[in-house]
């Protein structure tokens, strides 16, 4: 069984956020610069090598120009039921 973290939703919301970064022409160092984090921070939410918590998505967002109630619209209407794990409710 692959790991979570490699799972559909995490991957998604990866996508999701690089999209956003690159529709604002960001590079990943830029982003980071915004964090006050290395660079390595935002390539490894950006692989999916790291879990995000909900106050670092916070600020990832806020870094982004994105509120989390856009951010969680987006996900919800991009995400296919179909390919979610069983026990993730939505």
Known sequence: MAHPIHSYPYNLLAELLIARRQELGLLQTEVAERLNKPQS????????GRRLDVIELIAV???L???PYEFFDLFLSKIDKKK???DFLI
């Open 84 to 86: 979610l794990p069983s």
């Open 65 to 67: 120009d994105m509120t």
């Open 41 to 48: 921070f935002v390539s490894k939410y950006e692989n999916v």
């Open 61 to 63: 967002l806020k870094a």
